[in-house]
C-alpha cells in the first residue's frame, strides 16, 4: 500500500497493499523440503489465491519496511458473491480503506480526507501477493525449497523468482488451509543473494463462518471531511484526448488496461495505461499540465514504500509511472511513453519491446 500524497495519484489495490502489510511471526528452522507428488509449486499458489479470495476471516498483520512496522487489521467476507473488506491501521495514522465489491472507500484522518474509486472486483485489499498462470511462470523460476514451523504452524516455502533484472520475486510460506503466514516481496539485484524489500506475515489470522455487515463500518468520524472521487466513468478516448502507449516494456509485459479518467485536480482526462505480465505491474498515468512545463529534462523520482514512482514530460504533459518492479523498469516504461500520433519512424512495438532499455 501506498500512501495517497494528492489526489491525482493512485491509491488503487497494489498501492495500498505496499503501505499496509507485513508482519514479524518468528519462525523456526526449516527442514529441507521433501518431494511432493500430491501438490507443486503452481498448486500451493493456487490454493493461497482461493483462500485468501473465497474465504470468510479476520486477522491482524504488520507492514515491516525499512526497520519500520504497522500493526494493521484485515477483514474478509464474501456474501452473495459479493466481497467486502475492510483493512484498518491499527497505530499511525489511524487510515482505513473500505471495500464492497468494486467500490473503494479510503479514510484518510491524518489528512481529513475521504477518497472513493474503483477497484478491480477480484482483486483484494490483501494485493501484491503473487497470481500465477503458466503464461506468467515463463519469466519465473517456481520451487518449493523448504518445510517451515511458523507460530505453530507447518507451512511450505514457495519462492517465485524472476528470471531477469526487470521485476522483483517472492518469498512465501503457506500452511495447509491455502492461507499465507508470511510473505517476502524479494529483490534478487545488487546485493549478494539479494534482499528482502516487503515482509508480510500474519500475527493471527481466523475463518469466521459469519461476520456482520456493522463490520465493515468505518471506525471514525467524517464530519468536516473533505470527499474526493475518481470513481467517475471512463471518458474514452477523442480527437481531443491522445492515445498513448510505452514503445519499450520488458519481456512478457503487455497493456492490460487504458482509458482515460477524470481525476480530482486535474485539468482534464487523464490517461491511464496499466501494463503487466501477469504478476508484476506499472501504472502509467499522463495528463496535460495547466502550465508550460520547465525546459530541459525534468524529472522527478522517489521510493514510496516497496513502489518506485517516476515522473517526466512529454510533449508538454507529464508522465508518471509508478510500480513495484525495479527502478529501472519504471524509468524505462515512462521515457518510452508517446503519442500514437508521434510514433512514425519508431522501431515496432514487438521488436522493442523486447530490446534493451531506452
Not at 505496499?18 to 519462525?27: D, F, N, P
Not at 503466514?181 to 549478494?192: E, M, N, P, Y
Not at 473533505?226 to 509485459?253: E, N
Request: charged residues 20%; contains cysteine; aromatic residues 6%.
Amino acid at each position: 500500500m501506498r500512501p495517497c500524497k494528492r489526489a491525482s495519484e493512485p491509491c488503487g489495490a497494489l498501492a495500498l497493499v505496499a503501505l499496509a502489510v507485513a508482519l514479524c511471526a518468528a519462525a523456526s528452522a526449516a527442514e529441507p523440503a521433501r518431494p511432493t507428488h500430491s501438490i507443486g509449486p503452481m498448486q500451493w499458489l493456487q490454493r493461497m489465491n482461493r483462500a485468501l479470495t473465497v474465504l470468510d476471516y479476520e486477522g491482524t498483520f504488520a507492514h515491516s519496511q525499512n526497520g519500520k512496522v504497522q500493526m494493521l487489521r484485515i477483514i474478509h467476507r464474501v456474501k452473495n458473491g459479493v466481497v467486502s473488506e475492510r483493512l484498518q491501521s491499527l497505530d499511525g495514522s489511524g487510515r482505513e480503506f473500505i471495500r464492497r465489491g468494486s467500490k473503494l472507500t479510503c479514510y484518510l484522518p491524518d489528512k481529513r480526507v475521504v477518497l472513493v474509486e474503483h477497484m478491480p472486483p477480484e482483486r483484494p485489499l490483501l494485493g501484491g501477493i503473487p497470481v500465477i498462470d503458466a503464461k506468467t511462470a515463463r519469466f519465473y523460476d517456481i520451487r518449493e525449497v523448504a518445510r517451515m514451523r511458523i507460530d505453530q504452524h507447518n507451512t511450505r516455502l514457495i519462492t517465485v523468482m524472476p528470471r531477469d533484472q526487470y521485476r522483483y520475486g517472492y518469498r512465501l510460506w503457506i500452511d495447509r488451509s491455502g492461507l499465507p503466514l508470511k510473505i517476502q516481496l524479494w529483490d534478487g539485484g545488487k546485493r549478494a543473494g539479494g534482499h528482502v524489500i516487503d515482509q508480510i506475515a500474519f500475527a493471527t489470522l481466523k475463518v469466521r463462518s459469519h461476520i456482520p455487515a456493522s463490520a465493515f463500518k468505518p471506525g471514525i468520524s467524517t464530519a468536516g471531511y473533505r470527499w474526493l472521487r475518481t470513481d467517475a466513468p471512463a471518458v474514452h478516448s477523442g480527437k481531443k484526448v491522445p492515445a498513448w502507449s510505452a514503445h519499450w516494456l520488458p519481456p512478457g509485459f503487455h497493456m492490460a488496461m487504458s482509458a482515460a479518467q477524470v481525476m480530482p485536480g486535474s485539468p482534464g482526462p487523464v490517461d491511464h495505461l496499466v501494463y503487466t505480465d501477469g504478476l508484476a505491474s506499472v501504472s502509467v498515468f499522463v495528463e496535460q499540465h495547466a502550465e508550460t512545463p520547465p525546459r530541459g529534462r525534468a524529472v522527478e523520482s522517489a521510493r514510496m514504500g516497496a513502489s518506485y514512482v517516476f515522473s517526466t514530460f512529454v510533449d508538454d504533459h507529464r508522465v508518471t509511472a509508478v510500480g513495484e518492479v525495479p527502478a529501472r523498469t519504471v524509468r524505462s516504461i515512462a521515457d518510452s511513453v508517446r503519442a500514437e500520433s508521434a510514433s512514425v519512424g519508431r522501431l515496432p512495438a514487438g521488436r522493442f519491446a523486447h530490446g534493451s532499455p531506452p
